[in-house]
């Protein structure tokens, strides 16, 4: 049994951006050399998530706008306000955004490879950059 | 420690359709023989779903009702339009209400079992059926 | 490799409520004697979450007064209605809010600890309280 971690580092590059994890993904669990078990992906942060879905520029663009409508800024958030947060930044939105797509990933590892359907994607998004982000892989099994 | 997987298919019937997975799952953690670990679910579709819940037709018609209302039909889907995307299947809809639900379950296994609380059942979410799914259970343990 | 696990237990005392469980985290993990491998956090509820955030309390607000506006209360939910249910407490919007957060945790455990990320904390959500509540730590690896 073997438990192997690294971490991925991404450079978002807009307010809200959302890329493509899936090679980086298939590097790690191939490094781990670990032949069946499992591969956990984490976002070590609360304002930029991991996710599975398909992989298209159209989507994507229809996960950012369902997101900004169902988590609307403008509305009186306390993290936003002087008078309940000492939070420089007012990244309210970015905090529920991040929480409905989730923080963490777990796929299976079967024969060396991360198990995904043929449309599914690993997906990160960013909903408070530009920044340095840090993703935790870890694989598990033998 | 053993790492055993297998595929549950699942033939929706309807557009929409919730189904209880909790006796495949018991049956597929039996079938492993492993005593103590995790057991991951992973759907293998992007517009289906696995989740935790309460198994009861009142409260499954009350999801279906929730995320056709948070996710309506009718907005301006890049996904569901030729001028943005080449697929042919109009699910935006289906994609975002899986993302809410997820793709994958973890449970753990105790003495051969999968662990679920007193009203948790392993729940299955077509939105865009009536398809063949493919569900994929692996447990890791010994 | 082990497979370690025990329950914590949580009274909450307000019918929506929000508790940062680290700590009890960090105990269930050193205690387990793992030095490498997973963590699932599972709440055993249906109306109770589990999920992973910055533990804030102005951002804590602003998480349950997201989850009251996007699943409100006073429409015609069949959970809550005699005709559709024989359940006696009228708590499908607890069902729909806990469903959102999601009912579990996976983190990775290095060197003995559960990672998380420089402001993350494992928070447990409270949505049909007061109640006696359980939530499983099962931890994996060697």
Redesign the interface.
Known sequence: ?R?I?NTVVIESREKRQLLNLTESLREAVNAAGV????V?I?????TASV????C????T???VA?LSD??AEGKP???N?PE??D?DRKN?TA??RA????????????DGKP??????SLMFAEFDGPRQR?I?V?V???
Do not use: R, W
């Open positions: 049994m438990s971690h032949g069946n078990g499992f956990g984490f976002s070590q942060h609360t996710f599975i879905s398909e298209q520029a159209a989507l663009d229809d996960i369902f169902v988590v958030y306390k993290h306000s309940y947060s939070c309210a905090h529920l929480l409905i797509l989730g923080q963490s990933v777990l796929l299976p590892v079967v198990v995904l359907g043929q449309f599914q840090a935790h870890q598990l099994g033998d």
